[in-house]
């Protein structure tokens, strides 16, 4: 902004000189200021005007006339069409705004996902005019494709990539056009309506054809979501105001309290916007019926039921062993349900989903879907290993079926369409992992227990399903305790000496960042300088937060389990050193029984006792009683009683901890 100002500035300076010289038959030094005029103008209206160069010195901007033209030299920065500073950082990142900005806002983004779109359609635009343009906010975009989910959004990262080769301008205008546009590319079509956008936009067609085929940005992509990971970042879009995450497409407000806390070299304790009326109960999302993969039981019951699976996914498989026969006996052929079931491969974990969900719609063609999705589910771990379509057709031969015509279909790829238009439906209605329910349009995620399911079906029987997602008045939150409180230690995990003067209680959330940060910067110098000089018990309590964080109480138990095997401590910071690993995953138990193998322990034991949840119950009651003591949030600690909240600096806990060995 400093820059264009200057501009600006020089050519009101050119104006002045052409109408206010006049044929002076002289040349001009440098003036006062420090600007340069050069050829002397013989004639103000302009009979002859010859060279005139304008600079200045301190910002490397220099203005010339030559005859009519106008020209700006000395300086690469590019501006947008409302006149804010655009570019590319030293690695490479498109940013928008005055790069010396006090405040930088990192956003973490896929241009297939919808939230993000909303970001850009309703949020951006109102911080461009205020606090970017104001030079308050310099925004940093990097790519995150969710291609599990969002098969076109790393083609899409790469077309405003290659648009970006000609010019930050043009990068931004590519951006702006795909977010603008998702239905039109969002399908196997994307690089030609990127083409198009190209065309529309006046960018070197040629240029930006070869730069889309080459994938010469693939490996940049997968950094941004490697460095994406690294930070905690597991879906989008997530944000950080000079380092403080910000999750998901918050409404403007939020924005505005956050950066207006970072001018002030504050960090924002945000809160959710208050609800502007009280809560009703949910509208069901509309699903169409078409486009499934097969259908049990009578399409008049009065009870719907739609599944989206994937048939690599465990759980998926152990919803299918476990619960889908009793659903059969109970709800199906009971005529109270009419059970639709959609494909929802997750691509990025899951490679042959996608290869096993057209050989169950082939098998289907002769009326043989249900024998290979059980058969299917129930090899699993035979075809999922590799060899796929080979393991797939002999599970198809053995059921009986038309080899001939089972090969036609796989070979035609008859079905990909109609698998990816599950996904992107499953999508659109806020899918994420598998497998996910729909009773009468309300969500149900994962392979819940089928008493679960009996209870939603008998609740929309009775016209009350909708009832239930009405968000309950919460209680009033219990206020952190101002003095020492008596914190039991029971049998949980610690470290030190049991009798040194200072016990630390810490109440964690495997999946929280805040924790990850307390864990990898500060945690190694408590153990170093206190606990290891026995001055200092440490005792670790679960508190997950399972609103947010669904995989926390999983890990919380594999934790403990690795525990039964005296390696608690190494499986609590492998867990927190891989966070961006597992959080999120739909795998994330298979994730944490490798990481067993990794430490040396005996899988098949950690297995058992992880899916016993053995330590459910301990793990919830220490959720309780953090909550009974005052914790709304992780990390928080009690030194000795007393209570500290967040992950405060070692500083901090350096302070706390020597005054309570003087005391």
Known sequence: MKKQSIILSLIALLALLV???????????????GSEIGSEIEDAAGNTIRDIVVSAPESNIELSVSGDELSVSGDETEYDA?????????????????????????????????????????????????????????????DYPLTSIHPQATAASHAARCAGEQGAVAYWDMHDTIFSRPNEWANNSAAAVFNGYAQELGLDIAAFGECQSSGKYDTAIEDDIALGRSRGVGSTPSFFVNDQPLIGAQPLSVFNQVIEAALNGEVAAVQPP??????????????????????????????TIVEYTDYQCPFCQRYSQETMPQMITNLIETGRVYYMIKDFPLDQIHPDARAAAAAARCAGDQDAYWEMHDAIFNNQSAWAEGAAAQVLTGIAA???????????????????????????????????????????????????????????????????????????????????PSGPVDVPVGDAFSIGDPDAPVTIVEYTDFQCPFCSRHVQQTFPFIKENYIDEGLVRYVFKDFPLTSIHPQAVGAALAARCAGDQDAYLEMHDLLFAAQGEWANQSNAMALFAGYAGQLGLDT?????????????????????????????????????????????PYSAFEEAINLMLNQ
């Open 274 to 303: 208050e609800p502007a009326a009280p809560a009703v109960a949910p509208t069901p999302a509309t699903i169409p019926t078409d486009n499934f993969a097969a259908a049990l039981g009578d399409p008049n019951a009065p009870v």
């Open 82 to 142: 409302n006149g804010i500073e655009v570019g590319f950082t030293e690695d490479g990142r498109p940013y928008r705004g005055d790069r010396s900005a006090p405040v930088v806002l990192e956003e973490f983004s896929d241009f297939q996902c919808p939230f993000c779109s909303r970001y850009v359609a309703e949020t951006l635009p109102a911080l461009m005019d205020n606090q970017i343009a104001e030079g308050e906010v310099v925004t940093i975009f990097y």
């Open 398 to 480: 053995g059921l009986g079926l038309d080899m001939d015509s089972y090969a036609a279909c796989i070979d035609g790829r008859k079905y990909d369409d109609a698998v990816q238009a599950n996904l992107e439906e499953g999508s659109r209605l806020g899918v994420q992992g598998t497998p996910a329910f729909f009773i009468d349009g309300f969500p149900i995620s994962g392979a819940q227990p089928f008493e679960l399911f009996e209870y939603g079906v008998g609740l929309a029987e009775a016209g009350e399903l909708a009832e239930a997602y009405v968000p309950r008045e919460a209680p009033p939150e219990p206020t952190p």
């Open 19 to 33: 109408t206010a010289c006049g044929p002076m038959g002289t040349t001009n030094p440098a003036d006062s200021s």
């Open 604 to 648: 098949a034991l950690f297995t058992t006792c992880m899916e016993s949840n053995k330590y459910e119950a301990s793990v919830m009651a220490d959720l309780e009683e953090g909550v009974s003591l005052g914790v709304r949030g992780t990390p928080a600690f009690f030194i000795n009683g007393n209570f500290v909240s967040g992950a405060q």
